[in-house]
């Protein structure tokens, strides 16, 4: 089975982490938390979006790929997560807690435009 496309995932919290590699390994996808090859995407924990122009920046000038973000942070809601991901300038947002399904439908979202 040919895998998906490469994965790069900056989570602190080793249990969400693990899960992150679980499901989007099962999923078809290369993960790793360094990239030694090119991502398809970067996913980054975001502990408070107030915050979070550094860590992105910082992610922009080393990874050319889209970045997912997660924050227990964010409002939930279609609305509310769009408007965080353009103030952020990411792909998208997504909310914690969510489901593997939710991940899944992220991650899609986040490189339809990259294929």
């Given at each position: 089975m040919k895998?998906?496309?490469f994965i790069v995932i900056r989570e602190e919290d080793?249990?969400?982490r693990e899960l992150l590699e679980r499901w989007l390994g099962e999923a078809g996808y290369s993960v790793c938390g360094e990239?030694?090859?090119?991502?398809r995407l970067v996913i980054a924990n975001v502990p408070s979006?107030?915050?979070?122009?550094?860590l992105i920046q910082s992610l922009q000038a080393v990874y050319a790929a889209p970045i997912l973000v997660l924050s227990g942070r964010f409002r939930?809601?279609?609305?509310?997560?769009?408007?965080a991901a353009r103030r952020l300038d990411v792909k998208k947002v997504l909310p914690k807690p969510f489901t593997r399904k939710e991940l899944l439908?992220?991650?899609?979202?986040?490189l339809e435009d990259e294929e």
């Open positions: 895998g998906k496309g080793d249990l969400i990239a030694h090859e090119t991502p979006p107030r915050g979070a122009q550094a939930r809601g279609l609305a509310g997560s769009a408007e439908s992220a991650v899609a979202a986040s």
